[in-house]
């Protein structure tokens, strides 16, 4: 009976809970980002879930256009906190917006996407609101009455599951993890939360974004497919030399013809350290596993590639993996690629390289454009 | 199952307190230096608490590049998305910097400054405050290691052509 009671009483308290959807616009000013909208249906899934009221809270220098993209969502309100000072990602202005947001919003979990300009201030904002926060999350669910989060620890060795009792509590949300909500544009009813920034907060100034040149444009979020790189590209080939420019010609032959994103394995991206050949355009940008980052490509392709636990951390979130490399014993054969083709990857990718040039012109445009 | 107070919050509180305990610190001057993400967790949260708790406004996380211009100010790489750097300009002091992996390469390996500066580390660790991790409400509901393993095809047997075809009808799927 106690239990019962017990039950009933912490679905009441769910029910009063409200969630605020917290997120700024795009950078092209009329949108969301991409991964707003996989966060916003988680959001909607939770509150579904517990009962939970819905706020949605919006940050940018006009957020009319974006608000519309998501009026039909259902929240109960749209808060929005706008203006010029609020167009780029700044840390003193972005953490003021969003702590004004969460505020007038009330909210008990606030759930943001994972973008750079978020993560580098929700921790403050939590700080300010008394509250705590989690980042990098993968999951969120509502199991007997309290919300649930997923998220890896050890760089991506570890799955734990939190649940933290502080509020408000909030949470950064990873991209291609959730659903993203779809609706039809509508137009938005929105309440404009005041907010001047003191003078100490507009010091900084955003002066732009800098950006590869467009053919050395490697990276790319939204590739189909990740094509890392390893140090074998660089070493003596069966002829006893290396062949440094002719890797290079044939990896950004590929990565023209395919639109893949390029990651590169730690010892490629620290040769240049070491006085030895590099591939120009690799940096540590590039740079995926222990100390790089763990992309979320749907497919992923390694060439000259012998790590094993390292590109197993860069690569946990890759669904489909392939690798080539000339090693059948290499750690990729041991359970952690599909597909392990034993081979010379120069002499694949330069037929690999002709078969997508011939498929790109029967579609008559190339995977990528480049200036 | 055990709270535990977060330990960015905790770990933060102590670096602020620390930091304003230097003696004849000119905390107008001052420049914040430490790393964005750790390798545990990787939340980048610990800097931003303590730029919070020592009241500095201009912060800047995932720096790769740091260059002071000559009127005094300072421009600062950020990463952002796509492999770009956001380029902002702080006036100067007080500021504080989340460093990712910067645009240098790595050093190479060195014993004998490695050495020199464990003479100075090492004392530094040794009077390290110890601070009690008490509960915060956080509580670990479960923690498990990946089991995933595949069956992976080791294709020995195939010619460069063969396997071209099959990763372009793979990657056409």
Known sequence: MDGQVTLKEEIETLMSQRILFLAHVSESGNTLPRVSYEVLGAALKLSQQTGARLTIGLIGANVDAAAETIAAAGADRILTVTGPNFATARYASDAAAAEALCRAAGADLILAPATSRFMRVLAGVAHRLNGSVDTHVTSLEAIDGEVRATRWYYRQRIEGVIRRDPRPWIVSLESGCSTPWTGAPAKAQTEEIPLTLPEAATRTVVTGVRAPKSDEQTIRPDANLLFVAGAGWTKKQADGKPHVDQAEALILDFLHASGASLGGSKSLVDQSGESQSVLRFMTHLNQVGQTGSTPRHPRGLSTCCHGEEPHVVGWRFINERRAVNLDPNCGWARGKADVLYVADAFEVLAKLNVLLSERNQHKSEPAVEFA | ?173
């Open chain 2, 1 to 173: 199952m055990k709270p535990m107070q977060h330990r960015a919050a905790i770990a933060a509180a102590v670096l602020a307190g620390t930091i304003q305990a230097i003696p004849g610190l000119d905390r107008s001057r001052l420049l914040v230096f430490g790393g964005w993400e750790s390798a545990s967790r990787g939340a980048g949260a610990t800097l931003q608490l303590v730029g919070e708790r020592l009241g500095i406004l201009d912060q800047f996380q995932g720096v790769d590049k740091l260059e002071v211009q000559t009127d005094g100010s300072l421009e600062v790489l950020e990463r952002i998305e796509g492999g770009r750097h956001q380029v902002s300009v702080c006036p100067g002091p007080p500021a504080l910097f989340g460093w990712a992996t910067g645009h240098l390469p790595e050093p190479r390996n060195n014993p004998q400054v490695g050495m020199a500066n464990m003479r100075t580390v090492m004392p530094a660790l040794q009077r390290a405050k110890s601070v009690p991790l008490t509960a915060g409400g956080l509580y670990y509901l479960s923690a498990s290691q990946p089991k995933q393993q595949r069956q992976t095809r080791v294709v020995k047997d195939l010619s460069a052509d063969q396997i071209a075809h099959e990763i372009a009808e793979w990657m056409g799927k």
